[in-house]
């Protein structure tokens, strides 16, 4: 796995006009096929009363390192707006992201070359407006101990400075984003600091 990948720095959207259409280029980080497919789902329901909401993604797949691309016409001519939205994720080598183009047609035909033109610029202009960033790959990391230990293992956490929430039920539970290069030494220093009583889980995908 590559130490470190390109992707967008936030969520971020573009408005434009083409021949009285309006678009709307929609990018977010995704970390997941289920992220991406939340984001496609949520840009489809806001704007729900759009001609179409092509969508665009290149996220990790489930289980291993390789990428899963994806993308949909939705209703456009055959390779019209699809390829063309995520052709512009691969030639600007971004990952872990997903990009919906909403289209509000506007009684002008664009073409096959226009549309692809159109939906192109959509997904490029949102990524501008999000800018691009170099992220590390991480992984997940599930960890439950007793109360007793709770406060030992956000102490670690902490000073670490890994992001993780935490939920405190019966036990207590910590999700944690690790980069992947730091994950083995940090488990050994949960188990060290705890004296073994941690419950260490990993999640299936790195991102």
Not at 39 to 65: C, I, L, M, S
Request: hydrophobic share 40%; charged share 30%; aromatic share 8%.
């Amino acid at each position: 796995m590559a130490e470190t990948y390109r992707t967008v720095g936030e969520r971020a959207r573009a408005d434009f006009e083409v021949k009285g259409s309006e678009f709307v280029g929609h990018v977010a980080p995704a970390e997941s096929v289920a992220a991406a497919e939340g984001f496609v789902d949520e840009v489809r329901e806001a704007y729900g009363d759009a001609t179409h909401n092509v969508p665009a993604y290149r996220v990790p797949a489930e289980g291993g390192d390789m990428l899963r691309e994806w993308a949909s016409d939705d209703g456009e001519p055959t390779g019209s707006a699809g390829k063309p939205a995520l052709n512009v994720l691969v030639q600007r080598d971004l990952r872990n992201v997903v990009a919906v183009v909403t289209r509000y047609y506007g009684g002008v035909n664009l073409g096959v070359g226009g549309l692809a033109r159109a939906y192109a610029r959509g997904v490029s202009d949102a990524v501008d407006a999000a800018g691009v960033v170099e992220e590390r790959p991480h992984e997940r990391l599930a960890i439950t101990v007793d109360y007793d230990d709770s406060g030992t293992v956000r102490g670690v956490l902490e000073s670490e400075g890994v992001d993780f929430e935490a939920a405190y039920e019966e036990r207590v539970s910590f999700a944690v984003r690790v980069p992947v290069a730091e994950a083995d030494a940090l488990r050994d220093r949960l188990r060290s600091a705890t004296g073994g009583r941690v419950e260490l889980g990993c999640g299936t995908d790195a991102y």
